[in-house]
Nanobody
Framework: QVQLVESGGRLVQPGGSLRLSCAAS??????????MGWYRQAPGKERELVAT???????NYADPVKGRFTISRDVAKNTVYLQMNSLKPEETAVYYC??????????WGQGTKVTVYS
C-alpha cells in the first residue's frame, strides 16, 4: 500500500507564500523510482497540473505558475515540496500530490486546501 500525505495548506493573503509538503510511504514504494507531481482543483473546476519533477530532477511547470512556484524532492525524506510565492486569489484550490511510474497505476494523496483571500 502506498500513502501520499500532503500538508501545509492554509489561509494566506494575496502575494503571500506557502510551502506544501507531500510525504510518501509504503512497504513496496521506492520513492526515487517515481516521478512526482502537484495538481490542484479549484471549486467547480477540473483538476489541473501545477508542476512535476522527474526521478532525474527535471522539472516542469504550468504556465500560470512559472517563475513563482518551485517543485523539489528530497529522496532521503521521501518528500516532495511545492514552494508557492506571490499567491493569487484564483489559486485557491485543493492541492494534490501524485506519484507516477510507467506501467504502474498512479497514486494520489488526499489533498491539502489552500485559500488565498484578501
Amino acid at each position: 500500500q502506498v500513502q501520499l500525505v500532503e500538508s501545509g495548506g492554509r489561509l494566506v493573503q494575496p502575494g503571500g507564500s506557502l510551502r506544501l509538503s507531500c510525504a510518501a510511504s509504503g512497504v513496496i514504494f521506492i520513492f526515487r523510482l517515481y516521478n512526482m507531481g502537484w495538481y490542484r482543483q479549484a471549486p467547480g473546476k477540473e483538476r489541473e497540473l501545477v508542476a512535476t519533477v522527474t526521478t532525474g530532477g527535471s522539472t516542469n511547470y504550468a504556465d500560470p505558475v512559472k517563475g513563482r512556484f518551485t517543485i523539489s524532492r528530497d529522496v532521503a525524506k521521501n518528500t516532495v515540496y511545492l514552494q508557492m510565492n506571490s499567491l493569487k486569489p484564483e489559486e485557491t484550490a485543493v492541492y494534490y500530490c501524485k506519484a507516477e511510474r510507467t506501467m504502474e497505476r498512479d497514486y494520489w494523496g488526499q489533498g491539502t486546501k489552500v485559500t488565498v483571500y484578501s
